[in-house]
């Protein structure tokens, strides 16, 4: 049974299983490309459990593999952009920055011919050292941005910003990935590999507590999570080798169990519904 009436946002970051282990694009070409067989098996799930989700697709990525980013959105999913090249928007820097995100526009936009209003950083890299970056999402067309997470952790994180949707400082909407509040700490467990660490149970706790407040929760995934099967990369340092590889085999069977216990949406259609976005 769906729980209550609240949509929350369901959304996934579109790219390959090397893409989140922080090796650098000029190496990719190493590797060999999974993200077709990761992706369709959660379009499965989803279509399965009558969900549309954000999918925040990364240029390289729609680059190689444009027919199923086309797929995506037949099946009604919205696309946000997650940037070109996956890097850390605080070591690009401001100039860079724009480069890689008109980079990525340009690639979707020119894919399916229809404007790209939604982005997510890679790593969440909007920190408190890009005061810059929702300037210039803006100035992108850029609506609503989900890059902004409310806790501590060494790659990125505003541990006091909202827990829930609000405005930057430059005026653009932005909706944080769901957190749990404990004592006096934001604890992450609403995607990635916190909801492969964490028990279930605590996903489910965050999601209900935001609904019970009359709030939406933002959830997310990426397809390489989905893949129990992907290559075991050797010589990565431990604090990106076990977050990335812990419990896969867990999330299939989680997430169907999430699409059962939650009412969920394309973010851009939560924020609307919720009065966000004009």
Partial sequence: MTAGRI??????DLEDWFQGLEIEPEHWDRFA????????????????????????VLGHAAEQAPDLVRT???AGHEIGTHGYAHRFVYRMGAEAFA??????????????????????????SITRQTPWAFAILQQHG?????????VRNYRYGIPDAPRGIYRSAAGLVEFPPTTLRVLRSNLP??????????????????VRRQNAAGQPA????????????QPRLEGLPARIRLPHYANLRAVARRLERLLQDFRFAPMGEVLAERGWLA
Avoid at 7 to 12: E, H, L
Avoid at 142 to 150: G, H, N, Q, T, Y
């Fill in 7 to 12: 949509a929350n946002a369901f959304t996934v």
């Fill in 72 to 74: 995506i959105r037949a």
């Fill in 99 to 124: 480069a890689d995100l008109r980079r990525g526009l340009e690639v979707l936009e020119a894919l399916l011919g229809e404007p790209v209003s939604g982005h997510r950083a890679p790593f969440f």
């Fill in 142 to 150: 850029i609506r609503f941005d989900s890059s902004v997470f409310p």
């Fill in 218 to 229: 933002a959830f997310y995934i990426h397809p390489w999570e989905l893949d129990p099967q």
């Fill in 189 to 206: 467990v609403a995607g990635g590999a916190y909801f492969r660490l964490f028990p279930y149970y605590l996903t489910k706790l965050a």
């Fill in 33 to 56: 490309p999974r993200l077709q067989t990761a992706t369709q098996h959660l379009l499965s799930l989803l279509e399965r459990a009558g969900v549309r989700a954000t999918f925040f």
